[in-house]
């Protein structure tokens, strides 16, 4: 049995395999003090040298907590407009057309405006990251409600069904699927957003500590916190991941009859 799992196992291993071997070639191939290329082996060192520093650990608390938060505001904010403008025709004919314009704006374009409206502060990262995780979360949310069955809210009218039991008994189920697609997507944004943002305004976090390795040529620093970001990010994806398959065991996507 063992054994059978350890061969199940291989394909996932294999795919590691290539990292590891350039990382040996690496080691193996570059100079102790490469001012460009570190060997991996510094990587560690610098890792504990940043520890000790007391910079690194609040560092990392201000990036993943802007993270997160922007992400809870981006799914409530996108999920509650997308329900709006989903459901209403109104809603949709009016605000469509800003909606575009305001998708299609560069991330980094945000930046100065938001330095305009709340200078260089917390709030600063906070909004952007909103602002650019938003857009997947609503497009997939309001798509989904408009794509409801009509038969369905006759149902909800027949039963004389509340707006709150309507929305929790047939929208609900309906976008929740759709809603887990838009904050797949939005995860990553949302964490080169928050990182992009600590580089150009140097607010606290991990971004600001790698852009001043980088101005004082401390290579081995860069690449440690480089390796620290991936594996943060891996483990924020495989925690979505659980947390998607909870929910779709609970409002499992819904087949739609061909018309």
Known sequence: MRARRFLTGLPRLRGVL??????????VAAPSRSPYFPPPSTWWTSFESLSRSGRLYPALASTVLTFALGLAIACLAGGVLGILIGTSRA????????????RGLPPPVIVPVAVLLLGYAESLKLLVVVWVAMWPILLNVAAAAERVDPLLHDVALSFRLGVLQSLRKITLPSIVPP??????VAVPLAIIITLLVEMITMLPGVGSLIVTAQRNFRSADVYALLVLVGLVGFALNIFFVVIEDLLLRRFPPRMHNAQ
Do not use: K, S
Not at 91 to 102: G, H, N, Q, V, Y
Not at 179 to 184: A, D, E, K, P, T
């Open 18 to 27: 290539p990292l590891v071997l350039l990382l040996a070639l690496w080691q």
């Open 91 to 102: 809603a949709r004919r009016a605000l469509e057309p800003l909606l575009e314009f305001c």
């Open 179 to 184: 809603l887990m697609i838009g904050v797949r």
